[in-house]
Every structure is written in C-alpha cells, then in structure tokens.
C-alpha cells in the first residue's frame, strides 16, 4: 500500500484509534459494556482455564470478537506491560482515541479546548483528570508518552469509565505538538502558580490547550517554552497548590459553576 | 469546677481545639513546623530511642513542649490507633479545630459557607476534600465521628499541610447537628445527581452548609431529611459522578472561576 494512499490512511487511522488495555478485571468489565466496541481478545496460552478465561472467550464468541492465543512473550508485546497483563489484554476500537497530529489535520470548526499534560506521573490523577475533564466537557486530553503515565488498568479504574468516553490524544513528546498547536491559531496556557494572569480573566473563545504541570515541579522548561500566556488560579489561605485533576475540574467547569 | 463556670468552658474550649496525631513522619513533620502550635508530644517507653525519636525530643525541648511517656497501652489510648501510632503521638492545639456545637454558639456575623461530609470513608479523598476547601475559601468542614475517615497521617498527607490551617468542626452525628444548623437560620445543600435545581444557581448571601454524601451510595437518608434543597452539578458526556474533593472545589470556587 502507499503511504498516502486513502486505503493506507484509512487503515492507519483505525490502528490509531485502537486503545490496548490489560489485566482480567478491566479486559472483563470491557467485553461486558456492550457500549464499547471491542476489536480482539489476546490469551497467553500459558493462562489455566478457570472461569474468568472461560467467561471472557463466551463473551468475545457472543460478540462476535476475534480470539488471538500467543505463547507469554507474544502477549507482553502486545500489552506492553507483562509484569500486570495477567495473561489477557483487550483492543479497544474507541473513535474518540487518536493521535494529537491527527485531530490537528482536521481541526473542527468551533473553538475547541483541550487539556495537555506535562509530567502526570501519578495514574490515580491521570484517571481522576479524565474524569473531571470528561464531565467537565473539555474536547480532548493531549497526552504524551514521555513522562506521564499511561492507559492502564489503575488509570482506567479511578477514571470511573469515562477513560473510554474521553477523546485521547497520544504524542511521543508535548513540546513538538505545542508548536504545532500554535501555528494552527491555538492559545497555549500554562497552569502555574506564579502567573501574574488568573484563569477567571481568561476571555474570547478561541482554540485553547491548557497546559497541566506535575503537580511538584510544575510545567516543565521546554514546555513552558510554548506556551503563549501563564494562568493562575487564586487561593485562599495561603494554600499553594491544588491536586491536578481538581484543576482540570477548575478549567472545564468554569462557565457554568 | 462548675459545669457552666467561665473557668470550665475556656478549659473544654481548649481541650476541644486539640488535634492528637500520630505515627512518626507526621509527629516530626509537625515539630518541624514553627507555625503549628504544639501542646504536649507522647512517646512509648517502649520505643527504641533511634534518630528519629532523639529529633522529637530534641525539638520539643527547643520548643518548651511538654514530653509524656507512656507504657504501650497508655499510648494507644491517646492515638487510639494502636497499630498505626509507631509509639508517637502529638497533641496540636489548633485555635481552627474545634465542635460543630461550639461554632453554632458563636456564629460569625457574615454569612458562612460550610462542607459537611457524610459517609467520606476514603481517607485520600477526605485530605484531597480538605486541601480544595481550603484553598477555596470555605469556613469550615464538618467531620461526623460515625461514619467518616477521621484526622490520621494518611488524611495529613493528602491535605497537604491544609489540615492544620482548615477550620475542622467535629461531631457525633451529621442530622441532629444540621437539624441545630437549620434552627439557626442556615440553608442546608445536598449535593445530589439526581437533584433539579444546580450549584450555579444558588444565589444570595445566607449561611450555608453544602452537605457531601459518598461517591458510591450519595447522601444518607436522615440526612437527606435535614436538607433544604438538593444541588447538582451539571455533567457532560454523560458523566455520572465526580470526585468528591473535585465537587468540594467546584463549591469553594464557584464565585471567582
């Protein structure tokens, strides 16, 4: 096929869109919510044939989902993680899930706004901002695969299943995409506590990406580099920080609370 | 001393203002900290005198506290955390801790916002509650005994030192204490999903207590009987549910995001 070719484009755009998650009770909880559309079941054959297993191949038959059986290597690459895989991992064909480049190809036509985050280490916070920002009816989370953490089942458990609603949208580093963001007319604000702007005057409806740093170091310097203003939010109390996907909350929700 | 004497009441008001922690990082850590102020450290006699012990008796000496030692039995009675308590225990008198009841009979003049939390168990999530309300400006949360996470190093950690600047009102039971809170005048707000009206828009200026139920099960129903109106916050995507800490912010916040 040529790379440019519609049929390659296609094809890509749906391995793209596919989110691999792992671990028997998230793999388990996915072929039960028939509202996700499910792509393939990976089995190590090595698994023992208990129940669990037994339940999640009637499922896949039932739901008309190809079964692929791999001897423990071949199922590691596929969950990237073989330490908590437990034998099982799941594709995911979510339309939501994606990559930064792609959505920026085709930039839809009203304001969008969407969280970018630097240095999200911790998954609990990660699945909490999902959630915060899903309810809270941001666009997109632009998430990167250096230095924050990933889908996986902890992040997905604490997102409450909103990690399967949300449009995600994977880079290899935040920077690079920031700059592309910019060039296409995107506002790039900074969350930090040292800004001199707060989040309240933050006005004009324009694309935006709020940018949220770890929540010790803050947003990183290369990052930082990118962004075109800083926005705090003031608190009382002389408390200094909030947790990160209180912030989230903060940004999504501040139209209407 | 009189039940009712000037002398007792100061006496009880004092007693109520302390706030015992334990375990060995958050005793030290709160030595550390000048601006905490302190009132008397507990050691087991137990204890092995290591580095760490030597630091808090060297500390409290500097600062003129008062060390009591206790046998095994005697210690846990202070922390009443026997296995978490690690022979160290530490009483703040905090002038912002004290009784719901207390708070009732000196009501401020302006009008107050309240949390009340009813069913919070998860510890992590009641730090991360005191952290927002902290920095959103709330007056004060009330803690029931039953059926809430209570101040233990867990709670410290996630508060992120705000557990010593929040004004925490305790109390035994959640209903008869806001049924006291109604009596005088107070508006009491249920924050529920399934509620008509929303957080956005409560308006004027009465002192109001936003009552907090669990992620899982909502507000209690002898609760819910105390409550003036239920309040809901407005989710996208379908979104069941936030983060309590994340709700406890979106409160705290609504005036100025």
Redesign the interface.
Known sequence: MVEDSPEYLQKRAFYDSLLTIYGRKPVLEALEDLSLPVHKLHLARSNRRDHLIARMEQLATERQVEIAHWDRKGLSRISKNARQDQGVALDLALPHYGTAEAFLQQLPEKPCELLALDGITNPQNLG?II??A????MDGIILPKKGCAQMDPLVIKAS?G?AF??RLLRCEKLAPILAKFREQGARICGLSSHARDT??GLDGRQPTVFVLGNETRGVSDDVAGQCTQLLR???????E???V??TA??IG??R??
Chains 1, 2 share one sequence.
């Not at 899903?134 to 009816?137: E, N, P, T």
């Not at 003031?234 to 408390?239: A, D, L, R, S, Y």
Request: aromatic share 4%; charged share 10%; glycine share 10%.
């Open positions: 909490m959630r915060s899903c309810a809270g009816g409450t909103t609603k949300m989040l309240a939010i003031p608190m009382q109390n002389g408390v920080s909030l947790n996907a209180v909350a903060l929700f501040r209407q609370t």
